[in-house]
Nanobody, 129 residues
Framework: QVQLVESGGGLVQPGGSLTLSCAASGFTVANYAVAWFRQAPGKEREGISCIPGTSSTTLYADSVKGRFAISRDNAKNTIYLQMNSLKPEDTAVYYC??????????????????????WGKGTLVTVSS
């Protein structure tokens, strides 16, 4: 059974850090593009980072570039999102998603249609003092 399970969310003060985990089962993340998305209340879902299955090249949206880092641990079949210098506007539900193809163009390009094969249920990140 294919499953993606996010963890690591919580409440953090502005300027703080959190690391999210996305544990995969039923497929091998090394063979998939895995992306992180987020959705804030009342806003559209936003693609923020992706790591392709075929390389270690990482992609980031401008909103998180320089503050977030995506990584993959093939031995644990897990993807991570290290989030630093968090801001109140980073408050959202964070989702990981995997696709057998390439990273979605929305990560670094304009909003548009996209599809991912598998989705997790999300983890809430709240940045507040």
């Amino acid at each position: 059974q294919v499953q993606l399970v996010e963890s690591g969310g919580g409440l953090v003060q502005p300027g703080g850090s959190l690391t999210l985990s996305c544990a995969a089962s039923g497929f091998t993340v090394a063979n998939y593009a895995v992306a992180w998305f987020r959705q804030a209340p009342g806003k559209e879902r936003e693609g923020i980072s992706c790591i392709p299955g075929t390389s270690s090249t990482t992609l980031y949206a401008d909103s998180v570039k320089g503050r977030f880092a995506i990584s993959r641990d093939n031995a644990k079949n897990t993807i991570y999102l290290q989030m630093n210098s968090l801001k109140p506007e980073d408050t959202a539900v964070y989702y990981c998603a995997a696709d057998s193809g390439s990273c979605p163009a929305v990560i670094t390009g304009p909003p548009g249609p996209y599809g991912m094969d598998y989705w997790g249920k999300g983890t809430l990140v709240t940045v507040s003092s």
